[in-house]
């Protein structure tokens, strides 16, 4: 079984940054790919970015890269998303999810999910 939990999210200003943490228990297979998605009421789950466990391969949605960073710490079994320059559009909850399909970025790609941690950027 897969466990996934988010942390790191709150309040920032404009223009601020933050480095949200997945950290995981148990894995979907020797590798596996681990993303970030964003959510607003009332819109579709976003793709932000997914990065490969083995090998650290990434991907990243539609103008994500500019601004945002994933990376994993394999000894601390935790994956990370640093986010800077925040803007008020960067308002979501913030959901950490992991696949076996190393290629996975939509969100039907991904089988857990955590609960969400809440990022709120204020203007």
């Known amino acids: 079984q897969v466990h996934l939990i988010e942390s790191g999210g709150g309040l920032v200003q404009a223009g601020g940054s933050l480095r949200l943490s997945c950290s995981a228990s148990g894995r979907p297979g020797t590798n596996y790919r681990v993303g970030w998605f964003r959510q607003t009421p009332g819109k579709e789950r976003e793709f932000v970015a997914a990065i490969t466990w083995v090998g650290g391969s990434t991907a990243y949605g539609e103008s994500m890269k500019e601004r945002f960073l994933i990376s994993r710490d394999t000894a601390k079994n935790t994956a990370y998303l640093e986010m800077s320059t925040l803007k008020p559009e960067d308002t979501a909850v913030y959901y950490c999810?992991?696949?076996?399909?190393?290629?996975?970025?939509?969100?039907?790609?991904?089988?857990?999910w955590g609960q969400g941690t809440q990022v709120t950027v204020s203007s």
């Open positions: 999810a992991a696949s076996s399909y190393l290629a996975a970025t939509t969100r039907s790609d991904f089988g857990y």
